[in-house]
């Protein structure tokens, strides 16, 4: 006859990858042989959690995921002897038991399962040496969310449902960021008839890989909690150390153009004229006496020059001499016949007629 087990609330944490299963007080459970695993495939890698079953620490870094109507095979790796593989439903009943000895595999035909929470086991000799749980899912989960952030901001998820068999409506879509040591849970909010989203804050995570997962929940019971109809597979995220901030202080140069006119003082003198006059006067007496039978006196013409010099001065206050003008120029180079000559001219022809008369 076959004994009832409750799985402690502890494992139905792990199922939704949400918790951070505490090591149990010593002495209050013995750890199960590492000479036992079970290994199925479809199953989705968690960080590794102790979950304590019937008084036994038992490492689980891992959730199967079928659907209805699967065939599940299960993998156990054991020493030699007999052993028994059990099939536990939510209602904490054996569904299904199967016979091994040593390494071997066992399959599990999901032919007319409902969907749900369910857990397999591996009991040899009155104690359970190791356990795997199983999830017959109800909905697919896809989730997207940025491949990084930086400490202290915000993880934003959104998850997109997708019904794959009868199964109860979801009562709630939980998302989990974990590493091997720590994990951040948040329950997210409907948005559409098949979507969620939620953002998980990163300020109590520090810098590196994390996983992100979703879980599906009914208000339906298996094993003292809400069971689980769904599950994501694991998507990584970074998170990383803010960017060292540059401080630009902005510098405002301020160009004063100064506009300077400079007036050159145009000085125009007044317009002076100033007039030279030079006179020159040349007087030059000749007197040649000659003992002749006539005597011609010669009498010279004094001659003057006189001329007027007239400067100006133009506007740039440069003086300018101008052309000078001659008003009077007389000047002979030869004697003139005078008053002397022409008596002298009389008396000698008086002198004449008075001979021929003798």
């Known amino acids: 006859m076959e004994t009832r087990v409750r799985i402690p609330t502890l494992l139905c944490l792990l199922l939704v990858m949400a918790v951070a299963v505490p090591l149990p007080s010593a002495g209050t459970a013995d750890s199960a042989s590492n000479e036992y695993d079970i290994s199925i495939a479809e199953s989705v890698d968690t960080p590794s959690r102790t979950v304590t079953f019937q008084d036994r620490d038992h490492d689980v870094s891992a959730i199967a995921v079928a659907d209805p109507g699967d065939s599940v095979s299960v993998d156990v790796t054991a020493p030699e002897g007999s052993y028994r593989v059990y099939l536990y439903n939510g209602d904490e009943q054996i569904e299904a038991s199967k016979r091994g000895d040593g390494d071997s595999s066992v399959s599990f035909d999901l032919a007319g399962y409902d969907t749900g929470t369910y857990l397999v086991t591996v009991y040899q000799d009155g104690d359970y040496e190791a356990i795997h749980p199983l999830v017959v899912r109800g909905y697919d989960v896809a989730v997207d969310h940025p491949s990084s952030v930086t400490t202290g901001n915000a993880i934003d998820v959104e998850v997109e449902l997708t019904q794959t068999a009868d199964t109860a409506s979801p ?188």
Do not use: C, H, K, M
Not at 198 to 217: F, I, K, M, Q
Not at 239 to 249: A, D
Not at 310 to 329: F, H, R, Y
């Open 171 to 358: 009562d709630s879509v939980e998302i989990s960021v974990a590493d091997q040591d720590e994990s951040v849970n948040v329950t997210a909010t409907q948005e559409g008839d098949t979507t969620y989203a939620a953002s998980v804050p990163t300020d109590d995570l520090g810098t590196g890989e994390y996983n992100v997962y979703a879980g599906v929940r009914t208000d339906e019971t298996a094993f003292g909690e809400r069971e689980i109809v769904g599950v994501s597979g694991a998507s990584s995220v970074e998170i990383t150390e803010p960017e060292p901030t540059t401080t630009s202080t902005p510098t405002t140069t301020r160009t004063t153009t100064t506009e300077s006119t400079t007036t050159q003082p145009t000085t125009t003198a007044p317009q002076t004229t100033v007039e030279n006059r030079t006179t020159t006067t040349t007087q030059t007496t000749t007197t040649t006496q000659t003992t002749t039978p006539t005597a011609t006196p010669t009498e010279t013409t004094p001659t003057t020059t006189e001329t007027d010099a007239t400067t100006s001065t133009t506007d740039e206050g440069v003086l300018t001499p101008n052309a000078t003008t001659t008003d009077a120029s007389a000047s002979t180079g030869q004697p003139g016949v005078g008053a002397v000559g022409a008596v002298g001219a009389v008396l000698a022809v008086a002198i004449l007629a008075v001979r021929r008369r003798r």
